[in-house]
Every structure is written in structure tokens, then in C-alpha cells.
């Protein structure tokens, strides 16, 4: 256990190490209040704890001191100096206590805070999940609807261009046709012509005929004239 003196340093190491702890941990509290360790260089989720044993130690310490003070009161004659500094190993005990259970507390809020806000934020992504899936529904029902508008559109494209098709193959028909007929009609015009020209030379032979035989009558009666 050591003397009176050993406990006293001791104890007083132990305060310092805590008086430090706990203004490291309130600094880091200051600086992220919803989560002092968050993004701290040094800082580590496990200091609570090690304060917590710090303290353990202390508040043991402190009644070693108290025991061994009480039992040895009467062989001192430095007596009230170590009441005073045991008083005072109690006190800094009690005190450093209190804060400690005062960040504690703040750290448990925090603990149960961020736990209700994850349990929000689960609902929320469950909802927004359901949202999603709403959405995708009815995004799913426009596009089907855009599907079928688009099939109509290219129906009514294709009997369109039928239509269309028909309408130039007639046109081509009727093209045809118009050529033939023009092809007829310059076939006989060209046959008419030929006929004229037929019927004109059949005149002209006839009337060379006549002449002919005209001049022959007319030979012959001037030949029978002649010899008689």
C-alpha cells in the first residue's frame, strides 16, 4: 500500500492525469458537439473509459488515505496538515466525479440522440425507398404509355407510306397507260399517212391508166384513119 506520503503523490498524479482528460474530452465536446471524437487527431472513443479507471483508482486511494490518516492520527504531530491534504484528495475526488458524470450523461444523450436519429433516418430511407419504388411505377406506366402511343404512331406511319405507294404505283400504271395510248395514237397517225399516200398513188396510177388508154385509142383511130 506504501506510506501516507506515497498514497498522497499518487493520488495527486492521478488528479492531474484526470483534470487533463477531462479538458481534452470538453474541448473535443466544444469543438463537435454531436460527436466529440469525430475527425480529432489523438482522440479515441476508449478515453471515458480510461477516466473512468483513473477515478476508480483515485476514489481507492482516497480511502487508503483516509484509513491509514485515522490510524495513525494519534503518532502524528503533523496531524491537521494531513487532515487539510486528505480533505483535499476528497474533495478534488468528489469534484472530478461530478464532472466526470456530468460529461457522461451529456455523452449518453448524444449516444441515445444519434441512435433516434438513425432509427429516423432508417424510416426515412425505408419511406424514400417506397417513394423510389412509386416513382419507378409510374415512371414505368408513362413509358409503357409512350410505348404504346409510339407503336400507334408507326402504324399509322407504315398505312401511310402504303397509301402512298399505291398512290405512286397508280401513278406509274397511269403513266404507262398514257404512254401506250400516245404510242397508239402515233401508230396510227403514221398509218393514216401511209394510207393517204397509198390512196393518192392508187389515183394517180388510176388516172395514168386512163391517159394511157386515152393515147392508145386515140393512136389507134389515128392509125386506122391513116390507112384507110
Known sequence: MGTLSDLYAAARRIILELREGLERIERLEAASPTDPYMQKPG???????????????????????EHMWRAQIAQRKDKDIWKRKVEGIAEETDSLRGALDKYLGREHRRQAEAKDRAELLKRGAAQDGKRVMSDFDAEAQAMASVNTS???????FSAATGVLESYAMQRDRLKNAQRKALDVINTLGLSGTVLRRIDRRQLTDKWVSYVGMLVTIIVVVVVWKWTR
Request: hydrophobic fraction near 35%; glycine fraction near 0%; charged fraction near 30%.
Open 43 to 65: 482522440s479515441s472513443p476508449d478515453m471515458t473509459s480510461q477516466l473512468r479507471v483513473k477515478l476508480t483508482e483515485l476514489q481507492r486511494i482516497n480511502v487508503d488515505m
Open 150 to 156: 409510339n407503336k400507334v404512331l408507326e402504324d399509322m
